[in-house]
């Protein structure tokens, strides 16, 4: 494999995935209203960056990194509940999600390969960095993608529900 080369479009990803982690680790700081906007805002942000990450090559040898779950997400309390469909272009019956549990789970995919990208940039190590860029490429399109357009939509609704005097 040639040299791998930090790209605007990547560099611009890995701000916004430091920016959706340090929320989810400071969430339990902010009141419900104030941890909804964010999470809709920082949600929106990271799959617009997403959007523009370039296809990537498989790593040769992938690493995964150890880190500390995130025990003291406080979630969004009774409007945490929402409903979503597997596929939109499908017609099946909606299930219930977790606005909380979407979330934790976009944070792990992001925050796994952020703590690789970080370890490469403070080494120079470029394969590193790869990897990082491939792990988010490869999982917002199979993964953590679907799930920020799933939050996005169960954010909007709770927060139109708490401005409304529901929640």
């Known amino acids: 494999m040639s ?10 990803f890995v701000d916004n995935a430091r920016h959706f982690c340090e929320f989810c680790e400071e969430s ?3 009141e419900l209203g104030e941890r909804l906007l964010r999470g809709a805002i920082l949600v929106a942000n990271l799959y617009s960056a ?9 790593p040769e040898e992938p690493i995964q990194p150890h880190f500390d779950e995130l025990n003291d997400f406080p979630g969004f309390a009774e409007l945490t509940l ?3 469909v597997k596929d939109a272009h499908e017609w099946s019956a909606p299930v219930v999600g ?3 549990e979407t979330l934790v789970g976009i944070y792990r995919d992001v925050k796994r390969a952020l703590l690789i990208f970080d370890e490469g940039y403070a080494t120079g190590n ?11 490429q490869h ?13 996005l939509r169960g954010l909007h ?3 139109n529900k708490l401005h409304n005097g529901q929640g």
Do not use: C, I, K, Y
């Not at 040299?3 to 611009?12: D, R, S, Y």
């Not at 199979?142 to 939050?151: L, T």
């Open 139 to 151: 999982h917002m399109e199979r993964v953590w993608g679907d799930h920020a357009v799933d939050a």
């Open 28 to 30: 339990h700081t902010f």
């Open 157 to 159: 609704s709770a927060m």
């Open 82 to 84: 929402f409903w979503q």
């Open 98 to 100: 977790s606005l909380s």
């Open 50 to 58: 997403g959007l523009f990450l370039p296809e990537q090559a498989p």
């Open 126 to 136: 470029s394969l590193l960095m790869h990897q990082a860029a491939w792990d988010w």
């Open 3 to 12: 040299e791998w080369t930090l790209t605007p479009e990547v560099a611009n």
